[in-house]
């Protein structure tokens, strides 16, 4: 007798929706919890090419912290393509213009490298104040 391991479906998966708020929160210890969350680690039924996860509200994204020199040195780079195109960011400066891509960014880079990444990123939501338009779907209060 084969004993078979057992593949979730999509249709498997009762998607939640949960508010996370990152207030005095460190960058990078928020961002791995939120990545496993959205990545459905948690989730008994995770198999690893189906998305299990659940849905991520992040608030008080702006009230985020760094530790060390963080601020300063941690640099964000982006190329516009042309020659000396290349745009530099420090993490001080993108706090000031975009506190949400901060999140983000930590997010992205610990979700997979292909389609299924993609898609996972697209179930995480960062808003910079404490409101966010997502009560309808009544989110549960994650505490980390």
Not at 78 to 95: D, I, N, P
Not at 119 to 135: F, I, T, W
């Amino acid at each position: 007798m084969k004993k078979y391991t057992y593949a979730a479906r999509p249709a498997d998966n009762k998607q939640k929706w949960y508010v996370v708020d990152a207030e005095g929160m460190v960058l990078g210890r928020l961002a791995s919890v939120v990545a496993a969350r959205l990545r459905g680690k948690f989730n008994p039924l995770f198999t690893p090419h189906v998305d299990t996860g659940d849905w991520v509200v992040v608030v008080n994204a702006d009230k985020i912290q760094l530790t060390g020199n963080k601020w300063d040195n941690k640099c964000y780079y982006r190329h516009s393509g042309y020659m000396g195109g290349l745009k530099v960011t420090t993490a001080k400066e993108l706090l000031a213009k975009k506190p949400e891509d901060l999140v983000k960014n930590a997010v992205r880079g610990m979700l997979p490298k292909n389609p299924l990444g993609r898609k996972l990123n697209k179930k995480l939501k960062v808003y910079a104040g404490a409101a966010h338009p997502h009560e309808a779907q009544l989110p549960e209060k994650l505490t980390i």
